[in-house]
């Protein structure tokens, strides 16, 4: 490799190595197991993959999971793949991976934070992080996939819009406006140019495409709108107030149906009234870039980007990830509907979730670095993730991270999923490498982002876990180095 390419050109060259891998397989007729994460971008991952091993006729499998453990592996081994793909998820586990499956070929399409190195010449990563582009913000597993997939045939062009759908899952729009950068850019203009992606500045509350209007003014909680947000009756008032009708016939009407004269007037009435209230940084947050999936359904969650993504993420988080990957494969009819109505279950259960927790005070400990919920065995561990990424937008003090765990009985563990926020991030804090090193201690496994991370931990370690927990994040913040010995 030329030392003078630009790291995306050596990421994409990455890729490229990792899809002559794909293609030398599949023409042997090699039996191809993919595995991948249980959430939006895991599963529009794996979709993407599938989509790419199918148009190679090549023989696979893929299994979506919450974790990679030794138990998994030994599942993987008892297959006896000629390829093994791990999407979404891998780079955290190297040492654990390289010992395990000494003699499989491996690709790891991952955008987490590194942990060992590959020695193993039958390993190939492919990992953001390694050309020193951001994993966290500048592409997921799901456009990673994407990259070798295209890398593999330039056919797979048409999976640009189920890569970036991954990375809307992985909240991965955070520049400017909601905007993409980097590797996830690439993705955008590649489904822009092949006329399967339109990106506009428009009102980006949630439900663009399928919410009546009240209510999506009604359930935003980003921007928070005093006044409007939780308020559903309040939100009619004022739309009545700007005359703008609510129903077309017999059929709510969603943002996406306003004129672009009812569009600016709603969207100035809307930032009057956050400045009425001094809301001035809100008022910013109101406008930014939205995604359309020109090839859908109008009215379809799968018109909208991030719509799509919070349907996929529901689909693997209520067991059911291969309705998700099905979509991601281009089914629709019979796998879109039966989706919808998981979708719905899903809310219920955060909703659920969410009331339990604000139930009780306690529920939410604050510690000296950080904020706790034990979601006890209350909380479905394959949600905690989604319910600690809501809370933690809604505290007090947005520099301390949200732990948030809950019981996984048949393994007698806990499952963690830390959330924090960029203001925390650039205080030092990186929730990854915490999760890694207490987990680590204490017989557990972990990592991830250093805004989003997760562990599982034996539930008689739990709370000596989460004091080392509010200890390192502690010595974050005070700028200390944590020791990085794996055996620490
Ligand atoms: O395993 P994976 O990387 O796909 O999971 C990422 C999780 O972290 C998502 O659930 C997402 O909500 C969260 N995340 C975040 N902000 C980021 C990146 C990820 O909140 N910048
Ligand atoms: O599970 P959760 O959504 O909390 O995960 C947050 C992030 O941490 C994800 O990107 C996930 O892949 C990662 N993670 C990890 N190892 C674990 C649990 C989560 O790398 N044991
Ligand atoms: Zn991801």
């Excluded at 993987?76 to 780079?91: A, E, M, N, R, Y």
């Excluded at 491996?106 to 590959?118: A, C, P």
């Excluded at 980097?182 to 092949?194: F, K, Q």
Aim: glycine share 8%; charged share 25%; net charge negative.
């Amino acid at each position: 490799m030329a030392p003078q390419q630009d790291p995306i050109e050596r990421f994409l060259s990455q890729a490229g190595e990792a899809s002559k891998v794909i293609l030398e397989v599949a023409q042997k007729g090699g039996f191809i197991h993919v595995f991948s994460h249980l959430d939006a971008d895991g599963i529009a991952a794996a979709g993407v993959m599938g989509k790419a091993l199918a148009r190679l006729d090549a023989k696979f499998r893929i299994r979506i999971t919450q974790q990679l453990d030794e138990k998994i592996i030994d599942e993987i081994i008892g297959d006896k793949p000629q390829l093994v793909i791990l999407t979404d998820f891998g780079s955290g586990y190297l040492d654990m991976l390289q010992q395990k499956l000494p003699s499989s070929k491996v690709l790891v399409l991952d955008h987490h934070q590194v942990n060992g190195t590959i020695s193993n010449p039958n390993f190939v990563q492919v990992n953001p992080h390694v050309f020193g582009i951001d994993g966290a913000s500048n592409v997921s597993g799901s456009g990673i996939a994407y990259f070798v997939a295209k890398a593999a045939s330039q056919a797979n062009v048409d999976l640009a819009p189920i890569a970036l759908v991954g990375a809307l899952g992985d909240m991965q729009d955070k520049y400017d406006q909601r905007s993409m950068q980097s590797l996830n850019e690439i993705i955008v203009n590649d489904g822009v140019a092949a006329g399967l992606l339109k990106v506009e500045k428009d009102l980006t509350f949630f439900g663009r495409e399928t919410r009546a209007i009240h209510k999506t003014l009604a359930t935003t909680t980003n921007p928070f709108i005093p006044g409007l947000s939780g308020e559903e009756d309040k939100a009619l008032v004022f739309l009545s107030n700007l005359n703008i009708p609510i129903k077309q016939g017999e059929k709510w009407r969603a943002l996406r149906d306003l004129t672009d004269e009812e569009r600016k007037r709603l969207c100035s009435a809307l930032a009057d009234h956050l400045l009425s209230k001094g809301l001035h940084l809100a008022v910013e947050n109101l406008i930014g870039y939205v995604y359309t999936l020109t090839k859908e359904e109008p009215n379809t969650a799968l018109r909208d980007g991030r719509e799509f993504a919070v349907l996929l993420n529901s689909t693997g988080r209520m067991d059911r990830p291969s309705l998700g990957i099905a979509i991601c494969m281009g089914d629709r009819k019979a796998a879109l509907e039966e989706s919808n109505k998981i979708l719905e279950d899903y809310r219920k259960n955060i909703n659920k979730y969410l009331g339990w927790v604000n139930e009780k005070p306690e529920r939410l400990r604050e510690l000296q670095n950080i904020y706790v919920i034990n979601g006890e065995s209350f909380i479905n561990e394959k949600i905690i993730g989604t319910v600690s990424s809501i809370i933690v937008s809604s505290l007090a003090n947005n520099e301390k991270p949200l732990i948030a765990f809950a019981n996984v009985e048949k393994e007698q563990a806990a499952k963690f999923s830390a959330r924090t926020t960029e203001a925390a991030i650039r205080k030092g804090v990186n929730l990854g490498e915490v999760m890694h090193l207490a987990s680590d201690t204490y017989g557990g496994k972990g990592g991830g982002h250093n805004i989003a991370a997760g562990a599982q931990v034996p539930i008689d370690k739990v709370e000596l876990f989460v004091k080392s927990v509010d200890e390192l994040i502690g010595k974050q913040l005070r700028g200390e180095k944590l020791a990085g010995n794996d055996n620490a």
